[in-house]
């Protein structure tokens, strides 16, 4: 019996811990150019990064302002399209395609605040898509194929939004890719005026922005006709170039992330965690089986609650150097807590189902006929 449950045992921590840190490596970076025309294609797992940091203005808390030129796979999809990262745990700029709707998200550092704005139906259709962002004084523009679609007031894009590591069809600290087409990118300095939003969508249109360059205020501009290669060439010598690395990778990503950072809500989230919990129920329950035997019930409880931990941690840690996968400590939580479960089954389990007397249970509400006839 004991070596029954200690194959049990050795099969249930191989499983965990195979299913944990599938697929062991990071994968091929799928980013292809277009064929006979401009434009990078991102698979499910691609990416682009910066090959350095966009320089910080002397002006930092000057307007900016971007427009990018893109065609999602799918309709129905979610993901990062583009995001600048300085270090701070989180983006100074995203925009991420949040199913048909686009979602912008500028971090203010000052007040470690994230407000994000949502505009809805903009990707409606397997189209190409032409969004402008423009910061004004106390307001951002959002303009979709030349026209504005909103303004939102208090939510500015500034200089040093537009700062540090570019990351495009994923995000710079955890995995959340996007797929389709980015065929162009452009990067301002100040505002773009209502009219300069129209001509350059024109323009990116007809001429793949070719005429971007004369703009005085343009910081990048990427028109992704190359062809081929593993180089993004900017027009501007004064920004970097964006490079396309050969497996998928996530720029900055933490290890053991804390529960609150973690934590995003919907139905989801909560599935996780409880796909979590009941996954290390068994474990739990045949490691606390296999050590009563050499073990009081406490102490086996105890060591099935530990080895739960212990295979968790190692799961979460090696999931950090995985870019398809999160490392949280969340998971080290929920995982520990099925362990708990499980050991509790084991040793309460049998007392608690004996212990209901299910022959009273039906007879609750049975009246022995000797007493019907007293009270008649």
Known sequence: MQRTLRLICIFLIC???TIGVWPFHAPKNQVAWLLGDAGLYFGTHGSVVSRTQFPQS???????SLEVWLRPKRQNASGTILAF???KGFPSLALRQSLGDLEVLVSDFARRNRPRIYIDDVFLQNAPVFITIVGRAHAMDVYVNGRLRKR???FMLRNHDVAGRLVLANAPATGDSWSGVIQGLAIFRGQLAPTEVVAHYLDWRQH?????SRTKTALAIYPFDDGGGRVVRNQLRSSPELVIPEHFFVLRKPILELPWDEYYGGWSYWKDIAINVIGFIPLGFFVTAYRCAERSRRGAALN???TGLVLSLTIEVLQGFLPTRDSGTTDVITNTFGSALGAILYLYGPALWQGIHWKNVFELNTVPV???DRAG
């Open 15 to 17: 499983a965990l811990l």
């Open 152 to 154: 939102v007031l208090d």
């Open 58 to 64: 002397s002006k930092a808390d000057s307007d900016a």
């Open 304 to 306: 099935a609650i530990a």
């Open 85 to 87: 990262y300085v270090g």
């Open 208 to 212: 793949n922005g070719a005429n971007l």
């Open 370 to 372: 000797e007493q019907v």
